[in-house]
């Protein structure tokens, strides 16, 4: 089932309706943090367990696009931690080009870069979070999600209604010194607990990102964000994340987390 | 056929009508100043460097515009510099962490660089450090690599760090790029700079300063303000004293001043409703105003007190006075305007307002000569006892008259000195360099020696640009980025180069990065694909100010100390070669060369060629002017050599004192010219004058001109060169040396219409051959 909004928002008013009669009492006053804990166990992206072949689309303000193919393949390792071997099929220059990425509980994560034309993996350390993935406008910061995990402060606020749906909107603050965000704002559907919207903010309460869902599917009894567009505000640049082909219940053995594997084209 | 009516008829009839209705003229006048004061309310002092290319016939404008909005101002940040010792203190990069924070925090910046901020990517033995450089947690082995790669990077050394490690630079790159943000956005953006350090004392031995390009316009503008309160006072006290020592009475200096004043207020209300702020070449104008008005309420007060002492009464020695200077006066004011007038057809509404608003203050001058004045000299009680200054007056005319005895048997001898003179001097000038100054106009004191700091240690403020435009994908070919390595690898060496930095040095690190450090890696590797997968890694942010998203356009950055347009145009001129070698078209690529460096100082150095051309042409409309009035070719051309000599001596003087032309020194040909002419115009026409009258002497023609015109033209050249030196006092250089080279140019004039004027009327001369002047008078005080 694939639905985009608006014009399958029946669908999931129904679907959202029926989730929401299933849970009431985590849906009467849940408080800020609970709100997150939710939005984060749902894994709404795939990117902590299972295997999902997906697109980013990039495109700069004047419309230029431009795509990388790739598909991820991910497990829990320590949960809510998890390894990520993301591989790159398009465009052509960058086929066969891999990255690996093991979270850690208590210290930096594990990563390594393999570029087919060096023919080896590289372990790459530093302060990457405020860095894009892969040139896209997606940080690593947005991907580990770690900004939601470590907070300083989550408050909730008065609902709001984002297209049709009622939504939590919460605005968190971030607790770590590396996140390159200073506030966040979030609108979660009070039904599945899906960000339908989030707004990033740097120091000066300027808005830097906007991350805005476009579309959802439901697979293996999970909800997942197929179609979601990242846009960089200050340059107008975008990057629109799509999950083409989701494979939930894919069980990832351990040792494909593995720099050696991450050579093998 | 009817008859033309006399002028002197015409004039008559409205003093007449004038002074019939005072309490009329009275009111109106103060409603035109009323009216002139609130329309003078909307203008501004600004300097900008733009205000000199940002016009929309400027054809190089709209690829630097593009250039900018792509890619950013990497010249225009507001910078921190920090020095100290030992940068890598705690303490010290506790506060460089701070003080980036503190400026990340407000909204006026879009981006805060500094080496606490900083990403990049360098080797670590097997593994590859990317991202942010400096963490936290960073142990002394960490530092001591982030130094060393930060110390060899071309995206950092002279950007954020200095040669010798001993500075540092908080870059702080405004929302709006610097060289298109107003001079408020630019004020707000240093303001919150200086708040930031404000806030907290800098660790123990670093010094801490505020600098970079936002900070030269932004003093360039106070200061212009600051002149104004400085000039406007000056120039007031020198025409105070002159009027003193002319009419020896507080009514002489009242008067005039009132005169003058008025006209001021009305140009200052036109000023107004154009809507222009006041530049470095408007912040003249009321010096040349006051200068310049006060001439004319001189002579007539002159005339006016003279024919009170001859026992007229009052009324009959205002129509008098009036009836024989009103013309002169006017066509000496004409003759001023149209040097000035012929700005407005300048391509930069800077230079072109400027014309246009001292045409029109010239033009009003007089006309308030021929209105204020005379109410003035109808209502004011006269003091019963007035002095004059006659025994200067004859002292002058003796000194006058032993100069004509030394001319007049050697006349041809007098025009062939003068003759040489000006060629050697025209020779000499056309060889002139043209080099105008950004930071080197900026008043001396502590700003200019900040930013000659900030180029020394880091980079310069003013930037050339390679702009690289080709098909999707172009950029990013290995070939194009070798390309572009090249062109920074010519450049880099140069002397007035602080850095050069392009997507190149990107591709580079990273390639160096992933090679495990090897500095022979240090280059653009041969693979397309492996290039894309650097540039597929590295960061967006750090991408945009070198490449858009679709690797259809890029530029190279270098950033320059400022040593002048001239020396910024022979940097131009290599890098253009450069530029050729690396063939770019042959990839695809179109390559053309911009920034401030060469779109702003091309307009500056164009405004010089302007003024210089606009000169010529106002010269050339004067003697036109001078051809009707005196139905004589000849005479007009009589008065070509001793109104170019003093300006050519002005360039000579300029050449000896090894400075270049710029803006500021040309400007002195086209504030000269009024007072130039004045002198000459009045003794042709007094020599013509008594020729129609039947005068067949003319050595006595000539004497008797210079005796009646001489001692005024004195005073108006004392006026006119002691009005214009004020401009010494000026805190930019560039307008202390046009107030003296005013000054000097003025005085030459002087001694070149008592000495050469003399001798080309004696050689050009002949009696009764010039009919049809007799409506020009003398004017003598």
């Excluded at chain 2, 100290?84 to 980036?100: F, G, S």
């Excluded at chain 2, 002149?227 to 007031?236: E, R, S, Y």
């Excluded at chain 2, 022979?520 to 693979?527: D, G």
């Amino acid at each position: 089932m694939t639905m985009s909004w608006p014009s399958q928002g029946f669908t999931v008013m129904v679907a959202a309706l029926l989730l929401a009669s299933a849970t009431p009492a985590q849906s009467e006053a849940p408080t800020g943090s609970e709100i997150i804990t939710r939005v984060l166990e749902n894994d709404p992206f795939g990117l902590s367990g299972g295997s999902v072949k997906a697109r980013f689309v990039l495109s700069d303000k004047q419309g230029k696009q431009k795509e990388l193919g790739f598909e991820a393949r991910s497990r829990k390792h320590d949960p809510p931690f998890s390894k990520s071997l993301v591989r790159f099929s398009a465009p052509p220059d960058l086929a066969g080009a891999g990255f690996l990425q093991i979270q850690n509980r208590g210290a930096d994560d594990d990563r390594f870069l393999f570029l087919p034309e060096l023919k080896r993996s590289r372990r790459i350390s530093g302060g990457l979070r405020s860095t894009s993935f892969m040139g896209t406008d997606f940080s690593f910061a947005d991907l580990d999600r770690r900004d939601l995990r470590q907070t300083k402060r989550v408050t909730r606020l008065p609902d709001v209604k984002l297209a049709a749906f009622d939504c939590y909107h919460i605005e968190v603050v971030p607790a770590r010194d590396d996140s390159p965000y200073a506030r966040l704002e979030l609108f979660v559907r009070r039904d599945n607990f899906l960000p339908l919207k989030s707004i990033s903010y740097d120091a000066s309460n300027v808005a830097l990102k906007e991350l805005q869902i476009e579309q959802i599917k439901k697979t293996s009894g999970r909800w997942f964000i197929t179609r979601s567009k990242m846009r960089t505000l200050a340059n107008q640049h975008s990057t629109v994340l799509i999950l083409d082909v989701i494979d939930a219940d894919a069980q990832i053995a351990d040792d494909e987390f593995t720099p050696r594997n991450l050579e093998k084209l | 056929m009817q008859r033309v009516a006399n002028p002197k008829t015409v004039l008559t009839a409205y003093l007449r009508w004038l002074l019939r209705h005072r309490a009329m003229m009275a009111g109106i006048l103060c409603l035109s100043i009323g009216l002139s004061l609130a329309s003078a309310r909307r203008i501004r002092f600004q300097f900008q460097f733009r205000d000199f290319f940002d016009y929309p016939a400027n054809v190089d404008l709209p690829l630097f515009r593009q250039d900018n909005e792509e890619f950013g101002d990497p010249a225009g940040n507001v910078v921190v510099l920090i020095e100290a010792n030992d940068l890598w203190r705690p303490a010290v990069l506790d506060y460089v962490t701070d003080i980036t924070r503190t400026l990340a925090t407000d909204a006026i910046f879009s981006r805060v660089q500094s080496i606490t901020t900083a990403s990049g990517i360098y080797a670590d033995g097997d593994e590859v450090v990317t991202g942010q450089l400096l963490r936290a947690d960073a142990d002394p082995g960490r530092l001591e690599r982030v130094k060393a790669y930060l110390a060899q990077s071309p995206l950092f050394l002279r950007r954020l760090l200095s040669r010798d490690g001993k500075a540092t630079g908080i870059l702080a790159e405004m929302r709006t790029p610097a060289t298109f943000a107003s001079v408020d956005e630019q004020a707000q953006a240093v303001a919150a700079a200086r708040r930031a350090i404000a806030k907290r004392s800098p660790p123990p031995g670093a010094r801490v300063t505020i600098t970079g390009a936002p900070l030269v316009e932004t003093e360039t503008t106070s200061s212009l303000l600051r002149d104004q309160l400085t000039l406007l006072p000056g120039v007031i006290l020198v025409i105070v004293l002159a009027l003193l020592w002319t009419f020896r009475a507080l009514h002489g200096v009242l008067l005039a001043i009132s005169a003058v004043t008025v006209a001021l207020i009305w140009t200052t209300g036109i000023f107004g409703t154009f809507g222009r702020p006041v530049d470095i070449l408007a912040s003249v104008i009321p010096t040349t105003l006051l200068v310049y008005g006060v001439v004319d309420p001189i002579f007539v007060l002159t005339r006016f007190l003279e024919k009170l002492d001859a026992g007229r009464l009052r009324e009959d020695a205002i129509l008098e006075s009036f009836q024989e200077l009103g013309l002169p006066c006017f066509v000496t004011s004409l003759t001023t305007a149209v040097g000035f007038a012929s700005f407005v057809l300048a391509d930069a509404p800077t230079v072109r307002y400027y014309g246009l608003t001292v045409a029109i203050g010239v033009l009003a001058a007089w006309a308030t000569t021929m209105s204020v004045l005379p109410l003035l000299l109808a209502s004011v009680k006269l003091p019963a006892k007035r002095h004059s200054a006659l025994s200067v007056t004859h002292g002058i005319m003796a000194l006058l008259a032993g100069t004509w005895a030394r001319v007049r048997p050697r006349p041809g001898l007098v025009v062939l000195v003068a003759c040489t003179l000006l060629i050697a001097a025209g020779a000499l000038a056309s060889r002139q360099l043209v080099s105008n100054q950004y930071v080197g106009g900026l008043p001396r004191g502590q700003v200019q020696d900040d930013v000659r700091r900030l180029e020394q240690r880091l980079s310069g403020v003013i930037r050339l640009i390679v702009h690289l435009e080709g098909a999707p994908g172009s950029i990013s070919q290995p070939a194009a980025l070798a390309a572009m390595a090249n062109v920074q690898r010519s450049i880099a060496a140069d002397p007035l180069v602080t850095s050069t930095t392009s997507l190149a040095d990107y591709v580079a690190e990273a390639n160096q990065a992933f090679s495990g450090g090897d500095a022979a890696m240090r280059q653009v590797p041969r693979s397309p694909a492996l290039v894309a997968q650097y540039l597929t890694l590295t960061d967006l942010a750090d991408k945009a100010p070198f490449v858009n998203g679709d690797e259809s356009k890029a530029h190279i950055a270098v950033l320059v100390a400022d040593h002048g347009s001239a020396a910024s145009r022979a940097l131009a001129e290599r890098l253009k070669a450069a530029v050729a070698e690396a063939r770019f078209e042959a990839l695809g690529l179109e390559a053309t060369v911009t920034g401030n460096g060469i779109v702003a100082y091309r307009e500056l150095d164009h405004v010089v060629h302007v003024l210089l051309w606009g000169f010529v042409s106002a010269f050339t409309m004067i003697l036109l002017i001078e051809a009707v009035l005196f139905r004589s070719l000849r005479l007009a051309l009589l008065t070509l050599l001793p109104n170019l000599l003093p300006v050519a001596v002005c360039f000579l003087v300029v050449r000896a004192l090894g400075k270049p032309l710029k803006i500021e020194n040309t400007l002195v040909a086209s504030i000269s010219i009024g007072g130039l002419f004045n002198t000459t115009i009045h003794l042709v026409a007094r020599v013509a004058q008594q020729v129609q009258s039947g005068e067949t002497e003319i050595d006595l023609a000539i004497s008797r001109a210079l005796s009646s015109v001489g001692p005024a033209s004195l005073y108006t050249a004392a006026i006119l060169s002691l009005g214009f030196a004020v401009l010494g006092l000026s805190r930019f250089p560039g307008l202390q040396t046009l107030g003296l080279l005013s000054a000097v140019t003025l005085v030459f004039g002087f001694f070149a219409d008592v000495t050469v004027t003399p001798a080309l009327l004696k050689l050009l001369v002949r009696p009764r051959l010039q009919p049809g002047v007799a409506h020009l008078e003398e004017v003598a005080p």
